[in-house]
């Protein structure tokens, strides 16, 4: 069975330019523009080990455009491909290179701590880094700084996923370069990394409740996210959660 890799991390990270790198081709579409519509993502499969998960992010500034409730709906569709191809092996979180934001611890803990539970091993792929004259070194001297924000990675990459014809022609060579340098750095990762076995949920009743709950807090946080009560109780109905579990719920964010 083929391996589940996701992508996740702040909306404009670079996770679809990462997913095009992976793929050798421009098969995902990127933008400049925030949407910030959590959880919705593409599977794109890479024959013949690894499936991997393009996901949209959590964004700063664009408030009021995303319902808890689309948001909860999206992450379940997510939950259960993931369930149904096998579990979740690795987790790629892709960050551009810089301040360590809230947007961007808020992101991780919401694939790495709550959903995953700790128990998926993540590698960090730093994007817009190819200006960086020693990424190892930098690496070595920046790993702290992460570490000090909860934020634990098995390896890094700190490099570049862009497409270079974005480039004028000067740098294009070195783009280039550094692309490549990039994909097998991260090819490499990857097979160290990834679990063998893939890592699922025993009861998903009990957990999908609790990660419910984890996520919505998470989303109330953010303002981008509104809290529609009406749609949220339909959404949880949907879910299967039970009544009364979905009242506390409702009443708790309210
Ligand atoms: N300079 C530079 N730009 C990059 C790099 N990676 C991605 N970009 C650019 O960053 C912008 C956003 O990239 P996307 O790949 O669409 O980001 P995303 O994380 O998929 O964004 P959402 O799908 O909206 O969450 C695009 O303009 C990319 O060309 C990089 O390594 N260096
Ligand atoms: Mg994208």
Redesign the pocket.
């Known amino acids: 069975m083929s391996k589940n890799i996701v992508l996740f991390?702040?909306?404009?990270?670079?996770?679809?330019?990462?997913l095009n790198l992976l793929k050798g081709s421009e098969v995902?579409?990127?933008?400049?523009?925030?949407?910030g519509c959590t959880f919705e993502h593409t599977m794109y499969p890479i024959p013949p080990n690894y499936n991997v998960f393009?996901t949209?992010?959590l964004?700063e500034g664009s408030a009021g455009t995303v319902g808890a409730d689309k948001a909860i709906e999206q992450l379940e569709k997510l939950l259960k491909q993931l369930s149904l191809t096998g579990g979740v092996n690795l987790l790629i979180f892709?960050a551009k290179f810089g301040r360590i934001t809230k947007t961007v611890e808020d992101n991780f803990n919401l694939f790495v701590k709550t959903i995953c539970m700790n128990r998926v091993p993540v590698l960090l792929f730093l994007?817009?880094?190819?200006w960086e004259p020693n990424p190892r070194k930098w690496w070595e001297e920046n790993a702290q700084e992460y570490r000090n924000h909860g934020m634990i990675f098995g390896d890094s990459v700190v490099?570049?996923?862009?497409?270079p014809d974005?480039y004028p022609a000067p740098v294009k060579p070195m783009i280039r370069e550094r692309r490549k340098q990039s994909l097998k750095e991260l090819t490499n990762l990857i097979e160290r990394h990834a679990l063998q076995s893939a890592w699922r949920v025993v009861d998903p009743a009990a957990w999908l409740g609790s990660v419910v709950i984890a996520v919505i807090q998470i989303l109330m946080a953010v303002s981008t996210f509104f809290f529609p009560t009406g749609s949220i109780v339909t959404v949880l109905g949907k879910l299967g959660l039970s009544s009364g579990l979905i009242t506390s719920i409702v009443n708790m964010f309210k």
């Open positions: 991390g702040e909306t404009g990270a670079g996770k679809s330019s990462v995902a579409a990127v933008s400049d523009s925030a949407v393009d949209a992010g964004s892709v994007t817009n880094s190819e490099g570049c996923a862009a497409n974005k």
